[in-house]
């Protein structure tokens, strides 16, 4: 019996009351959904009038492709070709996606490169601005503007010539500065000609007896890590400057923090106390430098916030009149600062210095400053005229570290590849130290206050006997880096060579020297 609609077999038979007809279920239904009526006499018709037919399972007769061998090896045959089309339909869409891939990486190096293309040449143009700024003669109808910088609630206000654009022009070193720093430098050298060695000076043997003597955990946990270290020798205060954008002061003999200075944003690149007053500063990543003023209470506030640079400033360095001090920034810029006022005097611009400055340093007598590159240069700059009058290369890396001897003869650089001595009579380099391998830089070289001793700072401490131009510089101690980090950043000589004070990439300051019961002995 076949249905009367398609003419097949039907798997649910279902029969029309009315006509008698057989029908597919699921054809009558649609059909009397959509019409209404029987599809063979066109009579009304619901799906009332449809009753089912019971019968028994209906099995479909084989095709006649599958009744024979032949007939199933051609149905295999005909299934494997379509699998094998469709593998390499597959083949064909994979092939196109990785050329689609592949052109779509191209394009993203393109753009990365076009992009770091541009950001050079914005950062050139940027820096060209500036200059020609800075350099532009200041109109004589120059307005004059009152200014405000924060210092933990309190301010002092500044007036600054305003140029073309509100950009600060310098008032210049003054003729009446120039003979200050002179009448300073004639003093020095004259007090330098009959200098001795104090008889307080720790000796050799002692020096070859240091061992850390303390740890102090100075800087927070989740920033760790001292960049920069200081001491007030007169007083026996040790600062630090750390990651964690804090400055720290530190009283030695009491073994207490008298002070934690926090109002920087970023990393304490650099710090130094004032000797004459109560004065500190610190010299941040964030493109600033605070002064600090110790109070009636011992606490420091922030007296003044410096903003002149443009990049991070890496080294501040005080003159020895105590009254100027210089900041060295990687903006390729140096500034020559009044303390007293605040105010940057004069901003130098070497043209052919690119690369920044990472480190500064004042000669003992006052009239020559020293500052390393980022480039592996050392620059020596008269202060007077603010010109560079000699270049000392040599050096892998950015340089450091700079360290003048207080014999006023000898400059200590450290770099990637060591430390380097310069003689200033000859301008020549007369001797290198390459302490390390080629992965651990040199990261701080420090003379002590006599002109005996020099220390240097990597992988670990060690401590030289100062010799001469031609005479063995002897390493008499090497202490290791007990921080476990591999990094000694800083070292400083406290009063007489008595201790190091040492920093590295933990947060703890550590004090090396002769222990109490060796020390009792010591005349």
Request: a negative charge.
């Amino acid at each position: 019996m076949n249905c009367s609609i398609s003419g097949e077999v039907p798997e649910e038979p279902v029969v029309s009351i009315k006509s008698g007809l057989l029908y597919e279920k699921r054809l009558i239904e649609r059909h009397i959904s959509d019409y209404g009526k029987c599809p063979v006499t066109g009579e009304e018709l619901t799906m009332d009038d449809i009753v089912q037919v019971k019968t028994g399972k209906i099995v479909k007769p084989r095709s006649l492709t599958a009744a024979s061998i032949p007939g199933m090896l051609g149905m295999f045959q005909n299934e494997w070709d379509a699998l094998m089309l469709s593998n390499f339909a597959l083949e064909q869409q994979l092939h196109t996606a990785r050329q689609e891939l592949s052109h779509a990486l191209y394009q993203h190096d393109a753009a990365c490169r076009v992009i770091a293309r541009l950001k050079k040449e914005r950062d050139e143009a940027r820096s060209l601005l500036a200059q020609a700024e800075r350099q532009a003669p200041l109109p004589a109808s120059a307005t004059t503007a009152n200014v405000s910088a924060l210092s933990n609630g309190k301010r002092a206000a500044e007036s600054e010539d305003v140029g073309p654009g509100g950009k600060r022009m310098r008032p210049g070193v003054s003729d009446s500065i120039i003979a200050e720093l002179t009448e300073c430098n004639a003093s020095l050298s004259q007090q330098r000609k009959k200098r001795q060695i104090p008889p307080t000076l720790a000796p050799i043997d002692a020096l070859e007896r240091y061992t850390q003597l303390s740890s102090h955990p100075l800087h927070k946990t989740n920033k760790p890590g001292i960049t920069s270290i200081d001491i007030n020798l007169s007083k026996d205060i040790v600062a630090t400057g750390g990651v964690d954008s804090n400055a720290v002061l530190f009283n030695r003999t009491s073994g207490e923090i008298l002070s934690t200075l926090s109002g920087h944003s970023k990393k304490v690149t650099s710090v130094k106390f004032v000797a004459s007053n109560d004065v500190f500063l610190s010299g941040s990543a964030d493109k600033t430098v605070r002064i600090w003023q110790r109070s009636e209470e011992g606490n420091y506030d922030c007296r003044h916030i410096l903003k002149d640079h443009t990049a991070e400033v890496q080294a501040v360095t005080v003159h020895a009149t105590n009254n100027y001090f210089v900041t060295a920034s990687l903006d390729t810029t140096w500034c020559f600062y009044d303390l007293s006022a605040g105010l940057c005097l004069t901003q130098v611009e070497d043209p052919s210095n690119s690369m920044g400055y990472t480190s500064a340093a004042f000669h003992p007598d006052g009239l020559i400053l020293g500052t390393g590159t980022n480039g592996a240069t050392v620059r020596i700059w008269d202060v007077k005229s603010r010109g560079n009058v000699a270049n000392f290369d040599g050096h892998t890396g950015a340089v450091t570290a700079i360290s003048f001897s207080e014999n006023g003869y000898f400059l200590a650089t450290a770099a990637h590849d060591g430390v380097k001595l310069w003689d200033l009579r000859k301008l020549k380099n007369f001797r290198s130290f390459e302490l390390y391998d080629q992965d651990t830089p040199t990261n701080s070289v420090d003379f002590d206050h006599s002109g005996s001793y020099l220390a240097i700072a990597g992988s670990d401490i060690r401590v030289y006997q100062v010799g001469s131009v031609k005479a063995e510089w002897n390493c008499i101690k090497t202490l290791p880096d007990l921080s476990g980090t591999g990094r000694a950043t800083s070292v400083k000589f406290g009063p007489d060579a008595r201790y190091l004070a040492v920093g590295s990439m933990d947060r703890n300051l550590r004090i090396f020297g002769l222990p109490e019961d060796d020390a009792s002995t010591e005349p």
